[in-house]
């Protein structure tokens, strides 16, 4: 059994749980060597990116109208059919044999007979998938909202991005010989690397670049981070050196996590919750509240997300975003700049709340769809 096989199969069992996979996929490359931590995040991230397109499949295969129920044999089967039909470079043999270790191992012995059978006479790739849930690998009840929300073009397109591993951007603030051989983007100090990436740069995904510079900071500024950690944006706020800068956070591991990664050197870090009314004056020229989200727009970069997610989920994100909000508002001065962003798609967590909020500003709204613009999907609104 290879390590990066069984890490895979460790990380896909979390999300069978229902858990983000996040801390699990963490703790496995931290001990794992970086060929077979590339491998193994590479397995556990294309099974959930094409998990239904997989599941088809099997089913076809079984011959039965449902999957196993077994969780165990389930991801095992998984694992397999993903690398026997989007992995290329690895031999039939072994994915096959791989998967049936994997249940061995796991206290399925039983069910070895059935996962080497299924994974065997699994058929090939469909020209045509049954439906759009299937071919997008993508929740109907996702695909439907999208489409009410921006059109069957745009929410497919957004769906088919999720099925792509997300492209790599930096920031670098300075400039340097390196900037010569990096690929500009629309948004300033954003490059696009396709290769290793370089020393001293920050991987930050465009989206979220291009949301940091619509607070438009100057040198006189003060400024609030109200959901700052881990700190990518903050750290973009700093590079105009403002006169004061607070960043605030609920969550104390975030902060700790924030703090040691340097981001924010310069910034005043404040553990707070703000959903309850903020210890601050409206004394704020620059408020940045990017707030806890649903994270549809992230789907290729947090696959697991589109099967964990319920619908549910978005109104508790949108009635806490609310709180945020309002929390936000009252520590702006008259004539100040506050931008609220998510990295969800949904209108709930992003126009309803500004118009339930902020109704009485002047509002800006932006969009960025996966698919449609480069990177994750962001909505901010500009609010004055
Ligand atoms: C989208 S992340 C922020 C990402 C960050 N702005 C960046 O660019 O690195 C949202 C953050 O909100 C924090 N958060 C969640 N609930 C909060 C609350 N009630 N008050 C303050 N922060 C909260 C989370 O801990 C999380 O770090």
Redesign the pocket.
Known sequence: MTPARQAAYDILMTACRGSSIDPALESHRAQLSPPDAALATELAYGVLRRRAQLDFLIILSSGKPKLPTDAEVLTALRLGAYQLRFLTRIPAHAAVSESVELVKRHGKRSAAGLVNALLRKLPPLPEHWPDAPTRLSLPDWILARWTGAWGREAAESAALAALQPPETYIRHSSSSDQIQMLEETEVPGCYRVSGPVPPACRI?DIG?QW??SLLEVHPGHAVL??????????AQLLEASPRIAVA????PR?LKA?ALSG?AAGARLLR?????PLPFGPIFDRI?V????S?TGTLARNPDIKWRLAPDDILRHAA?QK??LASALACLKPGGRLVYS??SIEPEENSEVIAHVASGYSIQSFTRLPGRDPGDGFQAAVIT
Request: hydrophobic share 30%; net charge negative; with cysteine.
């Open positions: 930050q979220s949301v940091a981070d109200l959901c700052a950690a881990p700190g990518n944006k903050t605030c956070d609920a969550s975030r924030m981001h707070l919750d703000a959903t309850q940045l990017d707030a806890p989200c994270g806490r709180q945020i998510t990295c």
